[in-house]
């Protein structure tokens, strides 16, 4: 990846301690993006999108994990127009973009071809998606992947805002990022020069 911009996205969707309930399926309610400059190393902005579900509800379950009511995402967009602002407001179709795992890229591809809006990242040759999860357990020598809490530990970063909020989760992940891109082991940045 050439030095610049970079995407970081965390979603949160629509679950269930159990089975969902019949007709309903996982959907996004909550698309966090932090923009960082993998140039500087800063991190430029940390924004909320919240989705109104359409075939689904958010359970008592799902509310004690993310914190995000029924009420709240009812006052979301939709997702097509969630994908829209993604694409005209963050150059999604434009920029390489990171999420923890590969669930994010998944979860959107998959609600994509359910509902038949265009995949707001763009053509993934041009502008690839890379699991961030993958880079720092590499990057760490780790047998296992860790999740984005334990992950911040091991690298000695505070936890900021709460976990499982996609926003505060895209912000903390961009932390991971440049943490990475510090030590010259995220894609394409290279070993830091010494001096």
């Given at each position: 990846?050439?030095?610049g ?10 679950c ?12 996004i ?17 940390r ?38 602002l ?33 995949y ?31 992950a ?21 992940i ?22």
């Amino acid at each position: 990846m050439a030095r610049g911009l970079l995407n970081v996205v965390d979603v949160e969707a629509t679950c269930w301690e159990g089975e969902p309930p019949a007709g309903s399926v996982s959907e996004i309610i909550e698309i966090g993006l932090t923009v960082i400059d993998t140039s500087t190393k800063t991190r430029l902005s940390r924004d909320s999108v919240l989705v109104r579900p359409q075939h689904s509800a958010v359970s008592g379950f799902c509310t004690e994990l993310t914190s995000l009511t029924q009420a709240e995402v009812d006052r979301g967009v939709t997702f097509a127009e969630a994908c829209r602002l993604l694409a005209e407001e963050f150059a999604t179709a434009r920029r390489p973009w990171a999420s923890w795992g590969g669930y994010d890229r998944r979860q959107f591809a998959r609600q994509c071809r359910a509902e038949g809006v265009p995949y707001p990242f763009g053509d993934p040759g041009a502008y690839p998606h890379t699991n961030a999860k993958a880079v720092f357990a590499a990057a760490y020598g780790l047998r296992r992947q860790p999740g984005m809490k334990q992950a911040l530990e091991i690298a000695g970063l505070p936890l900021d805002g709460r976990h499982h909020r996609g926003v505060d989760d895209a912000w903390n992940i961009a932390g991971l990022v440049l943490d990475l891109v510090g030590r010259g082991a995220w894609p394409g940045t290279g070993r830091p020069e010494a001096g």
